[in-house]
């Protein structure tokens, strides 16, 4: 079964509010192997909203609307499929009566009274059926048109995904038949590029190709990509099957770039490591300004293993409290791999922790002490003495600091699990990517 989807609004177009209701509704279509081939936004506008939805039944079995089911003038979803069809509204008197009991219930609580615009919500296009919205008050609806089915729903998240659970799934099913069981599988990488990433699998891509099941997507956020393999069968354990060879070849080919798989995060596995080896660890942030911490702290238990950290970002800071020689700061900046060392020195012995994590660098937009907006130094100081790595990160300010800290937990995963330095480029032709003391 095909599927697209199209939401309404202006505020989507202008930015205002991001369209997170399409990612959700994707995930969903194609956990039960409904193949969702465009995702459409379109603005405050009759003609337009009927257009859309003519052009995707044209290519799909079902389109899948949100937002555009409100009481005020703007709201236009329920015209624009009347439009389509070629039919006109009519005031569902069922639905007027349950609106006007649940508003009646309303301004009793709060002593207001209901504007009569909130009963455009009953009006429906000839031949549509409501669908209920539990936690709101507009219902959704439901119509034949042609040879397809539309179904529009609230563009509000928590009334929508109630509604698609409830209503739009189950008669999606119905009408696909049993849909074949789709299994995801995901394997989390880091210190990759996706290019490298897509390169060292390429292999595995051509052969799988002409089969189409299992296949691989490359997924990439945030200074990591994602490899997922999606494979679809009678039942789970047929899909396990496909998918177990696939998953193999990729781990044997990524090597230390994966670090772990569906939900695992970069820093609790970092965790996982020092908790496996009952060791602490102690950040010292610059360029990152806590963004470390923030991570570290965000996993459930983190206390176990997560001594604290210090936002050293001045560097009068890095000398008074880290205890960074002044001499090496007047000599090389703030910004070098020795005052990333020191900066990791500093902060393990001064709260106590086995290993000592910092960074520092240029987030930009300018250059800093003649170095370009980029640069990173990486120290990490342990019980087998210092480590540390310098990069070039792209992006704007808040990319850079984000793949700084992907890269700082990077560096300290394969440090403790005795895994060889990413494939991030470095420094010049003749920099190494990790140097020890």
Do not use: C
Request: proline content about 5%; hydrophobic content about 45%.
């Amino acid at each position: 079964m095909r599927a697209e989807l199209l939401a309404v609004g202006d505020e989507l177009l202008y930015g205002d509010i991001v369209n997170g209701n399409a990612a959700w509704l994707g995930r969903q279509l194609a956990d039960v192997g409904v193949t969702v081939a465009t995702s459409t936004v379109v603005g405050d506008d009759v003609e337009v909203i009927a257009t859309a939805i003519r052009v995707a039944l044209d290519r799909a079995d079902a389109v899948i609307m949100t937002g555009g089911l409100g009481p005020t003038q703007d709201d236009l979803t329920r015209e624009g499929m009347a439009a389509a069809a070629g039919v006109e509204l009519r005031r569902d008197d069922v639905l007027e009566a349950g609106l006007r009991q649940r508003f009646q219930a309303m301004g009793r609580l709060d002593g207001r009274d209901v504007p009569m615009m909130n009963y455009r919500q009953a009006d429906l296009p000839r031949g549509a059926q409501p669908l209920p919205n539990g936690p709101g008050t507009a219902p959704g609806l439901r119509m034949e048109i042609g040879a397809g089915v539309v179904y529009a729903m609230p563009g509000v998240p928590f009334e929508m995904t109630d509604m698609f659970t409830a209503s739009v799934l189950p008669d999606i099913l119905r009408r696909a038949g049993q849909p074949a069981v789709v299994v995801h599988r995901v394997l989390r990488t880091a210190g990759m590029w996706e290019s490298a990433v897509a390169e060292a699998l390429a292999g595995e891509v051509d052969r799988l190709a002409p089969i189409g099941n299992p296949r691989i997507a490359f997924l990439a956020s945030g200074g990591q990509t994602r490899v997922r393999i999606t494979a679809q069968a009678r039942d789970r354990a047929a899909a396990e099957t496909l998918i177990a060879p696939v998953e193999a070849a990729a781990r044997a080919a990524l090597g230390a770039g994966v670090y772990g798989g569906d939900e695992d995060s970069l820093e609790s596995v970092v965790l996982g490591l020092l908790r496996a080896r009952s060791a602490t660890l102690a950040v010292a942030e610059s360029i990152t300004g806590g963004l470390l911490a923030g991570r570290l702290t965000d996993v459930p238990g983190a206390s176990e293993a997560f001594r604290g950290g210090v936002v050293s970002y001045a560097t009068d800071v890095k000398a008074s409290v880290l205890g960074v020689d002044e001499g090496l700061l007047a000599a090389e900046g703030a910004v070098s791999a020795n005052t990333a060392a020191a900066m990791a020195a500093g902060v393990r012995a001064r709260l106590g922790a086995d290993y000592g994590l910092a960074t520092t660098g240029v987030a930009g937009p300018a250059e800093l002490e003649g170095k370009p907006a980029g640069t990173v130094h990486l120290g990490l100081a342990g019980p087998d003495g210092t480590t540390t790595r310098s990069v070039r990160l792209p992006g704007d300010r808040t990319r850079v600091r984000a793949f700084a800290a992907v890269t700082a937990l990077d560096l300290l995963r394969r440090t403790l699990a005795g895994l060889p330095g990413s494939t991030i480029v470095t420094f010049g032709d003749d920099a190494t990517d990790e140097s020890r003391e």
